[in-house]
Every structure is written in structure tokens, then in C-alpha cells.
């Protein structure tokens, strides 16, 4: 676990973020702190189909923030659109998805290519690096699966994902079998909804991000078309807050000592459910 005196001694810690950017705020927000933050080596950026029905659409939003930072080097892969078991996820964009052109038509047949191209691309980081999933687990699930020596470069793994009532977390819920072989295999830092702390407010938000920085700019133009957007939020629309699920997960990687991980077995149930459970994954 990082320290400060570690991060001092190391300057910078890499990170690879696994993300479906695109439908809750959250995302983006994570991505530009990731680009922001000055212990934040960020080494290569993979899309997972789960609140919005397009990879391509996310990847085009990475890239986007990314190109705006002057990070346009930092690699942007689409990776898996069908569920670890095969299943079917939402095919809707909505939300701030919508500012990305129209997405081409992507096949489910072709994941095995896409999951391939991270493994490649994580391979070419050549350092171990942290791994941090904020969406479906698929791609981590795959890659584990597929290229575990490439897990091996990973040195935690850290997930936004999972609650501990009795109510499925979506990340887990959308890839239930996913989440499993992640907990099996991987023994993962998981930030689950318990951890999370209160939402930014709208004015907190619009004045703490800066309309003259390209990469703000475009956070406010995601967080405007988030607003506009119904969905799950118990929130009037114009006053909807910036979530901050992701985000809190990555400052578990590079401010850990400001939270208390403890050790817990787990069994993820068929539904996305977690359940403590002594005979569980740890």
C-alpha cells in the first residue's frame, strides 16, 4: 500500500483506467482527475460496454479529454460488448454518449480481437502498472482469463464495484460472472457503494472546473448533456450533481493511507449480488 513517503520517493504511480464512459458522470470526471492529478502517470485507457451500449463512443470520449490534454499519445482501446457469459447489455447511448459521433455497428464476435489489442497494448506499457475498473469487469475478467501474464503486470487491481446490502451494485450486476473470476483470480481492491461520500453540487462543480481549459471545457460540455438526460437520478435534472463514485476509487490508489481497506471473503452471487461468505474469494 502507497504512503506519502512512497509516493514522494516514486514521483508517479501508472495507471491503466477500464472504463464505460459515457452514462453517469463519474467516468469522465475519473479520467480528467487521472489526467490532472500530479502523482498520475496515466499509461493507456480501455472502453467496456455497460451504461452506454457503444465502446467505440466511449473510446471517442477518451480520446477526446485526452487529445485536449495534450495526451493524445496515451493509447484508447474499445474492448468487450458482450457480458463474460455471452449476454446481451443495453444498446441505448444517452446521456453524455451523445456528444460522440454516430457509433459504427460493433459485433460481439469480434471482442476476442479487442480484449486481444489491450492485452497487447498493456504488454507495450512495459512497467507494471495499476489496473483500475470502474465499470463492468469484463475486460479484466477476459484479459485474466486470456493473457494472464499480463495480469501479472498489474500491480493491484482496484475496482469501482459491488455493495454489500442486499441490492446488486451495476458494475457487478451488468457482469456478474465477470465480477466472479475478478474476485477468484486477482484478489482486488474493491470500492463498493458503501465507500462512496456525498455528491459535488452543481455550483461546487461549475466552479471548480475551468471553461478556459480545453479538458474542463469538455467536462462541463459531458456534464451539460448529463444534466439534460433522464435517467436513474432522484435529482431535477438541471440540478443533478456530479457523482463521484470513480473518481473516490482512483484516490484509493494514490491516497490510500485516507482509507481503510480491510480483508473480507466474498461469493458474488448469480445476480450481481455479494455476499460475505468465509468460504468466499478474498
Known sequence: MYTEETLRANDKIAVWIDTDIGGDIDDAVCLLLAIRHPQIELVGVSTVRGCIGAVDVAAWLCREMLQRSGLSHVPVLPGAVASFSGSSYPSDVGSYGSLAPAPEP???????SRVDAIADAMRAVGKPFHLVTIGPLTNAAWIVERHPEVAKQWETVTCMAGQLIDEAECNVELDPEAARIVCEKLTPRLVGMEAIGPAISRKEADAALNPADPASAFLLECYAA??????????????????????TTLLSVVQADAFGFKPVHLAVEKDGRFRLDENGSP
Not at 460493433?106 to 476476442?112: A, I, W
Open 226 to 247: 448529463y444534466r439534460a438526460h433522464a435517467d436513474w437520478s432522484r435529482y431535477e435534472l438541471e440540478r443533478r450533481p456530479l457523482t463521484v463514485f470513480d473518481p
Open 106 to 112: 460493433v459485433s460481439p464476435e469480434d471482442d476476442d
